[in-house]
Every structure is written in structure tokens, then in C-alpha cells.
């Protein structure tokens, strides 16, 4: 009976712990899909002074900001088809080459939305929603170099 009364015991606030961090995960399910400003960029610390910047070719569109009107021949709206997705690849082989891992800031943002290789303001978006994302994508190749 001793026995059985100890397991109970030592058990007992493992179930519970379980209890509550399942309760918080179904809780937390619904949030799940809400994002911040870093899940749409990758940003990776270097072991040597390179930097390697992807600007484009996400297709992870924010929503709620609007994309910029791309009728004038002076903004380009193009894509640079899977640069986010090449970003890891180059770095390992960079890494494989000197055995050393550069800096890397690439966006998940499609260039329709904002253009991160034009100046701040309106050839860079038209919705002022993403200066917050151009911001931080600048914040982080400033914070590298």
C-alpha cells in the first residue's frame, strides 16, 4: 500500500504539469498563425566579417499590407525566384569552403510588397504598413555590419 501511495504522489504533479502545458498548447493553438515582423525574415549571426543580403524573392505576403502599384517603369515588381530559399544553401557552402559561417539577412517578403534594395519611402512600398518590415530587415543588415 506504502508503495502505491508513493507512485501516487511523485505521479500526481507530473500529470498535472502535463495537464496544463497540453491545456496551454490547445489555448495557444489558435495564436499559432499570428506573426511577428521576424518570422518574415532570416537572420543568422556570422563567425566572420561577410555579410550575404537576400532582399527578395519570398512569397510570404504580410497580410493587411497592401502591395505597391508597379505600373511605373521605375519600380520593379519582379520576383528573384527562391533567393530566401538559397540563403541556408550558400552559407553552408561558404561554411564547407572556409569553415567559417557569414552573416545572412533574407527576407521571406515577396518584392511586390516592398522592395528592400530601394531607399526608404516610396519606391521602396506604398503602404506605410511596411515600413515596419523594411525597417527591420535594414535594422538587421545595419546591426551585422
Given amino acids: 500500500m506504502?508503495?502505491?501511495?508513493?507512485?501516487?504522489?511523485?505521479?500526481?504533479?507530473v500529470l498535472g504539469t502535463l495537464s496544463l502545458a497540453?491545456?496551454?498548447?490547445?489555448?495557444g493553438a489558435g495564436s499559432a498563425s499570428a506573426q511577428t515582423l521576424a518570422d518574415y525574415f532570416l537572420l543568422q549571426e556570422g563567425t566572420v566579417s561577410v555579410v550575404f543580403t537576400f532582399p527578395h524573392g519570398g512569397t510570404t505576403s504580410v497580410p493587411g499590407v497592401d502591395e505597391r502599384d508597379c505600373s511605373a517603369s521605375s519600380k520593379n515588381c519582379g520576383q528573384d525566384?527562391?533567393?530566401?530559399?538559397?540563403a541556408p544553401a550558400i552559407s553552408?557552402?561558404?561554411?564547407?569552403?572556409t569553415g567559417h559561417r557569414p552573416y545572412l539577412v533574407a527576407s521571406y517578403m515577396p518584392r511586390r510588397?516592398?522592395?528592400?534594395?530601394?531607399?526608404?519611402?516610396?519606391?521602396?512600398?506604398?503602404?506605410?504598413?511596411?515600413?515596419?518590415y523594411y525597417d527591420f530587415y535594414h535594422d538587421g543588415v545595419r546591426a551585422y555590419i
Avoid: E
Fill in 2 to 13: 506504502m508503495r502505491f501511495m508513493k507512485a501516487t504522489t511523485t505521479i500526481r504533479p
Fill in 22 to 27: 497540453l491545456f496551454l498548447l490547445i489555448q
Fill in 81 to 86: 525566384t527562391n533567393t530566401h530559399r538559397m
Fill in 92 to 97: 553552408d557552402a561558404f561554411f564547407a569552403l
Fill in 113 to 132: 510588397q516592398v522592395d528592400l534594395n530601394r531607399a526608404d519611402g516610396s519606391q521602396a512600398y506604398d503602404d506605410i504598413d511596411a515600413k515596419p
